[in-house]
């Protein structure tokens, strides 16, 4: 990995971490186009990992862009958004606001463009 690249790995962990933080959320997580975790934060547990890149597959390939709200079990639901020909794949509770993760995942959506027109929409293979 070149040093350019890592530096910008760096960058979008920073950004998915204060997601996360910002949110109140468990863990984000930002899919690329083949349906692989790219850079993940926050408590990205296995259950999560695999939900997350399943519903960031259908919602892909489903719809060119937009948001699904996807439940899960133990009052656990995921905020998929289509990002460049990835996803953006935020896991929460039902003790965080769906509002909240919406305004959140914009401004993160923002601070995440460069990247994601630097690489053709697939983050920092």
């Keep these: 990995m070149s040093s ?8 979008v ?7 996360v933080t910002m949110a109140a959320a468990i863990a984000a997580y ?6 692989q975790i790219a850079v993940a ?12 890149t399943q519903h960031a597959s259908r919602s ?3 719809r060119p ?4 709200v996807v439940p899960l079990r133990d009052g656990q ?9 990835g996803a953006l794949v935020i896991a929460f509770d039902e003790g965080t606001s ?20 630097e690489t053709g929409g697939r983050p920092l293979n």
Excluded at 98 to 117: C, D, T, Y
């Design 65 to 68: 862009a937009g948001e699904a």
């Design 98 to 117: 769906l509002g909240l993760v919406r305004l959140r995942v914009r401004k993160a959506l923002e601070a995440l463009a460069p990247f994601l027109v």
């Design 60 to 62: 892909a390939g489903s």
């Design 30 to 35: 930002l899919i690329d186009a083949d349906g």
């Design 41 to 52: 934060a926050g408590a990205t547990r296995d259950e999560l990992a695999t939900a997350a």
């Design 13 to 19: 962990e920073a950004v998915l971490s204060h997601l």
């Design 4 to 11: 350019h690249a890592h530096d910008d790995r760096a960058e």
């Design 77 to 85: 639901s995921l905020l998929v958004t289509t990002a460049g020909t």
